[in-house]
């Protein structure tokens, strides 16, 4: 997965061993990708997920025993005492740990995150934001390369994230120093292999005939 992480306990493979085994189970993806966006508590992240208190509180346990998470606050809500948290490490992997993983992990982990970018994507749609900018981008490219240009490809896409984290970042310094609330605004780059021609049409999958992008 593409956004890079500060670990402390590593073993030889280099991958932080505890962000293995929290995103081992895919409501703990979408947990600890909440809590690196925000401090909420075991019941929003209940409501927003619509999952089970239970659940959803046994898996931030977890969290917090992998040090992957950690309490922030509490506050008194009816009679009781809420418990907010916030990340505290990535809820993605780099280059160099997503190979570390082991490939039983991978999809799980590659699907929660297609949950929450579409969840997002689709949040944004009913909300109107989504196309509220007449110069925000919409594109699908497929097509066949070869090593080379794949790896070119790899290669576009880890330089446009890197960018992108560095354009967040200065917004950030910039928006401390004005006040000024900002734009929310959501990156998602993808590159993947996709199925054989062959395989798509047995299958009933169609390619638009467009193959555009979309202003």
Request: charged letters at 30%.
């Amino acid at each position: 997965m593409p956004v890079k992480t500060k670990t402390k306990k590593k073993k030889e493979t280099g991958v932080d061993q505890r962000l293995v085994k929290a995103l081992a189970h895919p409501l703990r993806v979408e947990i600890l990708a909440i809590l690196n966006e925000r401090m909420a508590s075991p019941n929003e992240l209940s409501k927003e997920l619509e999952e089970g208190l239970s659940q959803v509180s046994y898996h931030v346990k977890v969290l917090k025993d992998f040090e992957c998470i950690e309490m922030v606050k509490t506050e008194p809500r009816r009679g009781a005492v809420e418990h907010y948290y916030r990340a505290t490490a990535r809820a993605f992997l780099t280059d160099s740990d997503w190979k570390s993983l082991p490939d039983s992990v991978k999809p799980g982990v590659s699907a929660s995150a297609m949950r929450l970018i579409l969840a997002n994507i689709f949040g944004a749609l009913q909300g109107g934001t989504f196309d509220a900018r007449d110069d925000r981008h919409l594109s699908w490219t497929p097509g066949v390369v070869d090593e080379q240009g794949w790896q070119e490809t790899v290669d576009l896409v880890a330089e446009t994230l890197e960018r992108t984290m560095k354009i967040h970042a200065d917004s950030a310094k910039r928006l401390a120093k004005s006040g000024e609330a900002g734009i929310p605004a959501s990156v998602v780059l993808m590159n993947f292999e996709d199925l054989p021609a062959e395989s798509r049409s047995s299958q009933g999958a169609k390619r638009p005939k467009a193959k555009k992008a979309v202003k």
